[in-house]
């Protein structure tokens, strides 16, 4: 038997349930439609199983986050700021807190808390969920849709909200649905790229660091003429290449630009805080006044214990050489590997191993004013499967609630 409704929200994400639950505010039957067994899958794997809901930062920060496809967000983000996300869960009995660089988080450190206020507004305010349910096709007819389940149900709709995500964590159930029906419904598909994914190197010492973490570091980003700088701030190295926060928010350009360029040169500046001067300083006065010393055992105040070996091993320099006998060719070695410690970028994790997809719906196709499509009426898009990605911080999750409250109106009030 056939089910009608006045908006059907396909994806129990952040960006469905978000525009599911502001459709019912409105008093619109609605139903959520989630082809896992529960909603917000994904949501328990952010932030570490602690869910960085949002950011305390500016709106102008957020589109800043964005890029050239922050100008489109920009109604979604006023539509339903980060302020409005965090009164939302606090009216809502979750009480929040902001750490470094503004990131929020939930007091119980917990992303099922998260899900649980999510899933009892969804009951609170009438939504019909109906988990398991992937949905094979959307059809259009007059002036409604026609969603067909793979269990070959049909559910008749006024207005469908496409919320799907992209292609990461495929086992959260991103595995591009919602790419393929906007692409069937003639919309334009920018490629899919990773974003926030670690990169892969090809230097055989990267096995010795795995788990090693360095901070307050600067790297730097090396492609022809070309290069990328980031802020300073953490790395981790594992078994296959580099992760960490800093790797992470700048890994979707590098996984462009990698398209282009067999590899890309990645240098790590160690001691950010000292100019090749102040540093050769330092060491001068270090090696004059422990000048019999080896030189390993001075290195304990320079850098982490498990890197000394490896550092001392590149520079060519035996590690248990006394440092009065080390020379000013040696010394100037040391410094530029201080200031920039070599790999080899040759690419990164897969997309499914991703936390965010680059790529998507394109904007140009969305009007961003409504989150409608400009191809087919009725039809709006919200989330991840909208091209635009942000780095690490809760900027990618407020684009998901924001999208999806905005949406969500939209559909409601059209």
């Known amino acids: 038997m056939e089910k009608s409704y006045d908006i059907a929200v396909i994806g129990g994400g952040a960006a469905g349930s978000m525009a599911a639950i502001r459709a019912a505010q409105l ?95 969804l009951s609170a305010n009438g939504v019909e969920l109906a988990d398991n349910k992937r949905v094979s096709d959307i059809k259009p007819g007059n002036g409604s849709f026609e969603i067909i389940t793979e269990g070959r149900e ?60 360095l901070e307050n570091i600067r790297i730097t980003f090396k492609y022809g003429k070309s290069k990328i700088v980031s802020e300073i701030g953490e790395l981790m190295f594992t078994h296959f290449g580099v992760s960490g926060p800093l790797v992470l928010d700048l890994s979707g350009k590098i996984s462009i630009l990698l398209a282009e360029h067999k590899d890309i040169g990645l240098f790590i500046d160690l001691k950010p805080g000292l100019e090749p001067e102040q540093l050769e300083s330092k060491l001068l006065h270090k090696f004059q006044t422990k000048g019999n010393i080896h030189l390993k055992n001075l290195f304990k105040d320079i850098l982490p214990q498990r890197l000394i070996a490896v550092f001392l091993n590149i520079a060519g320099i035996d590690p248990d050489r006394k440092t009065n006998q080390i020379t000013s060719d040696q010394r100037r070695v040391i410094i530029n590997l201080l200031k920039g410690l070599p790999l080899t970028i040759t690419g990164t994790l897969l997309i499914e191993e991703a936390m965010v997809t680059g790529g998507g719906v394109s904007t140009e196709e969305i009007d961003p004013r409504t989150m409608e499509s400009r191809l087919v009426p009725g039809l709006y898009f919200a989330g991840e499967v909208i091209d635009g990605a942000a780095s690490s911080g809760g900027y990618n999750l407020q684009q998901a609630f924001s999208t999806g409250y905005l949406a969500g109106e939209s559909a409601a009030n059209a």
Request: hydrophobic share 40%; net charge positive.
């Open 154 to 213: 049909k559910i008749i709709c006024k207005k469908v909200v496409l919320a799907t995500g992209g292609l990461s964590y495929k086992a959260t159930g991103s595995t591009g649905d919602g790419l393929r029906i906007a692409g069937k419904f003639g919309h334009k598909i920018t490629p899919a790229s990773p974003g926030l994914v670690p990169l892969v190197a090809k230097e055989a010492w990267l096995k010795e660091l795995q788990g090693l973490a």
């Open 27 to 121: 008093r619109k039957k609605v139903i959520l439609l989630e082809r896992n067994n529960s909603i917000g899958k994904k949501i328990l794997m952010t932030g570490k199983g602690r869910c960085n809901i949002t950011n305390s930062a500016d709106i102008d920060v957020f589109l800043e986050k964005f890029g050239k496809q922050g100008k489109f967000f920009r109604s979604a983000f006023f539509a339903f700021s980060n302020q409005d996300l965090m009164n939302f869960f606090q009216s809502n009995g979750l009480e929040l807190k902001i750490e470094r660089q503004g990131r929020v988080f939930p007091v119980t450190d917990k992303a099922t808390s998260v899900v649980r206020v999510i899933s009892e507004a």
